[in-house]
């Protein structure tokens, strides 16, 4: 994972701490997928690999062989994934990544761009180890579901777009810093986001941030504000 420079207490100049009212969408915990998504996953069966399926019909969450056997699958090896280089936002679809092992995070979404994403993780317990964070560029809505039975919020979804705020707010680059130890479902999911600076005078407060992609490197964008969600 690309290391993630730790946000002191304070605000950094030049943020403009405007803190963004965020919508939480309520969810009933359904041990399904909805119909219509596509999925990604690391394959227990297919060793240090990633199956890249097509599902029309509805899949129980973390389900590998009711998915090989339901959707339209391929693999694709770990050797050939570029970090940071995936990029999704096909409104019809929703874009949905099983999680068994870090590497999928770290390999496949850390630096990417996606606007609507559904986390599932499919260990029975968090990621172990130190604070880690997964960088999402344009990220409007995220659902994140914990199979462990045991924890208390299975089923969780929030929208990262503001219903209040200026119209500029909508061609803003937007990136969202996730704790990776949220996905355990061990407290209430919660998130915030304030107006910070262009994209140029951002590195220079996160000299590791690592991102993908023409959208963002494009040089309107590099000149215009950003709007930074952080969720944990």
């Not at 998915?67 to 019809?92: E, F, I, Q, Y």
């Not at 462990?148 to 979804?157: E, F, P």
């Not at 707010?169 to 986001?193: E, N, P, T």
């Amino acid at each position: 994972m690309t290391p993630f420079t730790q946000m002191p207490s304070s605000c950094l100049q030049p943020l403009l701490c405007i803190l963004l009212p965020l919508h939480f969408a309520g969810t009933e915990t359904n041990p399904y997928l909805r119909p219509n998504v596509t999925l990604l996953f690391d394959s227990t069966v297919h060793s240090n690999s990633l199956r890249n399926c097509s599902c029309t019909a509805a899949v129980r969450h973390c389900d590998e062989a009711l998915a090989n056997l339901l959707c339209s699958c391929s693999t694709v090896s770990r050797s050939s994934l570029t970090p940071g280089g995936l990029r999704w936002d096909d409104s019809s679809r929703t874009l949905t990544v099983w999680v068994r092992e870090p590497w999928v995070l770290r390999d496949l979404l850390n630096g990417s761009q996606v606007s609507e994403l559904q986390l599932s993780l499919c260990t029975p317990v968090p990621i172990q180890g130190p604070a880690q964070y997964l960088t999402l560029v344009g990220l409007r809505k995220l659902q994140v579901y914990t199979s462990a039975k045991s924890t208390l919020h299975q089923d969780q979804a929030l929208n990262t777009i503001s219903k209040a705020g200026p119209d500029a707010q909508d061609s803003a680059l937007r990136i969202a810093f996730l704790d990776m130890w949220s996905l355990s479902g061990v407290l209430h999911l919660k998130a915030y986001s304030v107006v910070g600076p262009p994209l140029q005078a951002l590195k220079q407060h996160f000299p590791n941030l690592n991102l993908s992609g023409k959208d963002v490197q494009s040089s309107d964008l590099e000149r215009m504000p950003s709007i930074l969600t952080f969720i944990y």
